[in-house]
């Protein structure tokens, strides 16, 4: 049985992501497709717009045989993090290969990176610490450092940077995933505009949301009519707006809320002092607060994790290994799992059991803040603040 | 210069409280009436539904000479502390008289009752006690040991006990003011409906208060302004249900978030989190938790200090003198303001050195933290978070 997996947010699941799962299929000859997903808040430090049942349930009906949860802890983090989670999960299950989209689309150009960032040769290594001791921050440095001493020449895009991590954990981890990579295709990942093309970035489709006419043929049918139920029913678009006045409400109700938080330094907390209660929005309060190091995506998970209250031990989170969850399945992907449950545990159904173990307590009791903040912003969200412990996976026997 | 003192929340200032303004000024041939207001929160666990601000202009342009500010550690709790609160700033003051509305409308009734409850004489005592064994809860066993040691027959409603509380503290504080008490008009303090009638109690107004055609006719047209005003500017009207959703955050975040807390006791956090996550409104939560010790009024409350975080020792509030603080003034007020000055300190307008006096630094935080969680609730919320450091005192050289 040939595996591949595939590190995907959906968010919501369009057309290029339709791309992507047949290429994978294609490149891989693979059987089975698994996805690992970020669950109701995504990389980009910003909430899914729907939650992830209801993204799960998109990524099912359009083909992926089963769906992981990558935890808050990691899906909610930095380029580096999140990869470690992803690949940890994928490597927990022994998957055969990888296949993810990057602006270069050259895998061993990916690949030499990566293995530079793995190891950290002497070179690297002594460039990185002149670069640092030079102002520039981790990411800035290393991507300096990388760029003097290795060879090729990549560019630091968003996911050519993912591609590149994905690689470093194959190889930290000593995993036998072989990693592919296919070249995006229309929109790139931040295109905010949408065109007559069928194919437009996550991104331009969410913030056309309440356009639904504009954004119907970006996505499968599937997704569309999902995304409709879920507005339908006050389960979204849940967007980062949403939180301000909880933001809000920390600052004013507990004395230095941003002090010595994740990735809270250099006095970043006293540039959110000077805008705080004065800014009419959160995305004039972090457009106000930023700067070159902290970009308005490194921002917006600073102001999630202040509203989730996410105080994990960043370093902690590289070394320990995350649970694993199963979301969602189809009739193969039924099979699949269960071939592997002899090997491998992971949860199907949450319960207190799964809470008292010590491995995964601390991070499945962040998976569960972070959904009831989900929920919170939902029309009925009382229907909904204990959906983690009701939801069993969704299973869906036929593409219907 | 006679100078009688009235004791307010004026949420909203109604036809009631222009005939107790004018009866005290008869009653007591006062030249000055000076008020001690509630602020942003008031004594039954509600915010106000619109700011002090606001409240202060009614009552100033209604005729009274002089508002000053009961702290919210006081207003928004119980008899006895917000009594003590209000008397206390009163005595400060120097005021020669007090008058306020009761259902018996009998100082002398009350001074009888207050004057056990002042002095505790001894069978009293031990008449407590044994209620207290009993099984009762404190305000319950102490009305039962009145009932059974004090001669006078006394209905223990609302404003009995709130009269009550004021010449018991008067006693308690030795001091000189002169209390006296008429018999509260028309609809009873709680009385829910509106009637035909001029006269309608806070409580009916607040509950018709998007029904603006029906309490035009209960309050006098300044008031009414007043509060268009208000509510056309987005400032209002300010209700409880609106901080449900903070509250529902605070219990998702804050592990244990009601134990130990003000009032919290007999294992009153268990009925919350019975039913916390799956109420679809506050009314509906506090309904379901509530008891027969645990009345509406004191969760409302236990409700509003969760969000507000208010931890302040409540023994200490009876042992400390509350600042007093001038809110808004007419001419004649400023007169008043001008020749008490130098026999008593108050606060004009709010600045870091009143907030960095130990002995009114904590009551003063706990002002501005709640006056930022009311402006929250405004269409603006941006302009209004800082108002406590921006506003000056109302003065209305005229009425009108």
Known sequence: MRVAGIIVEYNPFHN?????????REI???????????????QRGEPAIVNKWARTKMAILNGVDVIFELPFAYACNSAEIFAYGAISILNQ??????????????????????KHLAFEEDDFKSSLKSYLKEGYSFPKARELALIKTCKTNI??????ILGIEYIKWIYRLNSKIEPFTIRRIGASYNDPNLTQDTYASATAIRRNINNLHAIKNKMPSVSYEILLEEFESGRGPVI?????????YNAIVVPDFLKNKIDVKEGLENRFEKYIFNSPSAKNLLENVKTKR???????????????????????????????????????GKEYLNKIKDKIEYITKLNQQWLKNPQYKELLELE??????????????HKYLQT?????????????
């Open 294 to 332: 902290y970009t308005l995506t490194r921002l917006q998970r600073i102001f999630i994790h202040a509203i989730v209250r996410n105080n994990f031990d960043q370093k902690a989170l590289l070394s320990i290994t995350p649970y694993v969850r199963v979301l969602g399945f189809n009739y193969k």
């Open 155 to 160: 560019e630091f895009s968003s996911n050519n």
């Open 368 to 381: 569960i803040r972070s959904s009831m903040l989900h929920a919170l912003q939902y029309k009925d969200f």
């Open 93 to 114: 299950l022994g998957v055969d290969f990888i296949v993810f989209g990057s602006e270069c689309g050259d895998i061993d150009k990916l690949k030499e990176t990566a």
């Open 388 to 400: 983690e412990f009701k939801s069993s996976p969704i299973y869906i026997s036929s593409r219907s």
């Open 16 to 24: 290029g992501h339709l791309y992507h799962l047949q290429k994978t």
């Open 28 to 42: 891989t000859n693979a059987d089975i497709v698994v996805g690992v997903m970020s669950g109701n808040f995504i």
């Open 240 to 248: 980062l707006e949403d939180y301000f006045k909880l933001f809000i």
